[in-house]
C-alpha cells in the first residue's frame, strides 16, 4: 500500500460528522454545474451514515483530507464515497483510499469492489478505471448517467 509522509489513516468517529460534510462538500462542488444539481453525496446524512457505514479516514497536518466510506454485503465491498479535499487532490489519495477498501474487502473474505458514479465524472471514472475498475453497466438517472463499475481482487 502507497504511504506518503505525514499522511495517516483512522477510522471516522461520531465527532467526525461535520468535518465529513464539509470535506464531501468541497470536493463534490465542483460537479454542481456539471450536472446541474448537488450530488446525492452532498446531501446524506454524515451522522446516520457513521453510524451504519465503515468510514476510513486520510488525516494530514491540517486534519482529515479525505476518506472512503464502505459498506461490506454478502459477496463484495460496496465503496459508497470516496473523496479528497480539493486542496490535497493530485497527490495520490483517491489511490489510497481505493488501495485501503481492498485491504478491508480482503480482510473480509469479499472478493469484489463495486461502486457507481455518475457518467458526466469523467475523471473519476478515469481514476476508477486506471485502479483497475471494469464499467459493468450504464442506466439512465435523473437526466443523466448513472455507471456502474467493479474490480475483482486476486
Same mark, same amino acid.
Given at each position: 500500500?502507497? *504511504?506518503?509522509?505525514?499522511? =495517516?489513516?483512522? =477510522? ?6 461535520? #468535518? ?28 446516520? /451514515? ?7 479516514? #486520510?488525516?494530514? @497536518? @491540517? ?6 466510506? *464502505?459498506?461490506? /454485503?454478502? @459477496?463484495? =465491498? ?24 481492498? $485491504? ?26 486506471? $485502479?483497475?475498475? #471494469? ?9 443523466? *448517467? *448513472? ?8
Amino acid at each position: 500500500m502507497a *504511504t506518503h509522509p505525514h499522511i =495517516l489513516f483512522r =477510522l471516522a468517529v461520531p465527532a467526525d460528522s461535520a #468535518a465529513i460534510l464539509e470535506i464531501v462538500r468541497s470536493a463534490y462542488s465542483k460537479w454542481v454545474p456539471v450536472i446541474g444539481r448537488e450530488p446525492l453525496p452532498m446531501r446524506a446524512d454524515y451522522d446516520k /451514515a457513521l453510524r451504519e457505514h465503515r468510514f476510513d479516514l #486520510a488525516i494530514a @497536518d @491540517d486534519g482529515i483530507i479525505g476518506l472512503i466510506e *464502505t459498506m461490506a /454485503a454478502e @459477496d463484495h =465491498l460496496w465503496i459508497e464515497n470516496v473523496c479528497v479535499a480539493p486542496s490535497a487532490q493530485g497527490r495520490g489519495i483517491g489511490g489510497m483510499l481505493l488501495d485501503r477498501a481492498e $485491504h478491508v474487502a480482503a480482510e473480509a473474505g469479499l472478493g469484489e469492489l463495486r461502486l457507481l458514479t455518475n457518467g458526466a465524472f469523467a475523471a473519476n471514472v478515469a481514476i476508477y478505471r486506471k $485502479h483497475g475498475y #471494469a464499467i459493468d453497466r450504464e442506466e439512465p438517472f435523473m437526466n443523466g *448517467t *448513472t455507471v456502474y463499475m467493479s474490480k475483482r481482487l486476486a
